[in-house]
């Protein structure tokens, strides 16, 4: 079992920044794919950005392309989200998901474990 916790989510007012994180509770994050999804209040849960298990390949979603930044550092055992001109409509929960041995996918059924979540709230 993988437990995975997310942290750096907060308010923020619209362009700013946040850089969320993911890591595995007692264990590295090396050998799976992770991905990072987002569900606003009444709407279905979305793919954000997803990253390899060997950090080679890389997807995002098109509404983030160019102001989100996903990255690994399995020496810190933690995969990284960085948020950037942030917007209302990125209000939501962001969550992470990983799978094992995984290539970087945008399905939400394809991730095997999951957090708990942290809130991201963008003001206007």
């Known amino acids: 079992q993988v437990q995975l916790v997310e942290a750096g989510g907060g308010l923020v007012q619209a362009g700013g920044s946040l850089r969320l994180s993911c890591a595995a509770s007692g264990r590295t994050l090396s050998n799976y794919a992770v991905g990072w999804f987002r569900q606003a209040p009444g709407k279905d849960r979305e793919f954000v950005s997803a990253?390899?298990?060997?950090?080679?390949?890389?997807y995002y979603a098109d509404p983030v392309k160019g102001r989100f930044t996903i990255s690994r550092d399995d020496a810190k055992r933690a995969v990284y989200l960085q948020v950037n001109s942030l917007k209302p409509e990125d209000t939501a929960v962001y969550y992470c998901?990983?799978?094992?041995?995984?290539?970087?996918?945008?399905?939400?059924?394809?991730?095997?474990?999951w957090g708990q979540g942290t809130q991201v709230t963008v003001s206007s």
């Open positions: 998901a990983a799978k094992k041995f995984g290539i970087a996918t945008m399905g939400v059924t394809e991730y095997d474990y």
């Open positions: 990253v390899s298990w060997r950090g080679g390949t890389t």
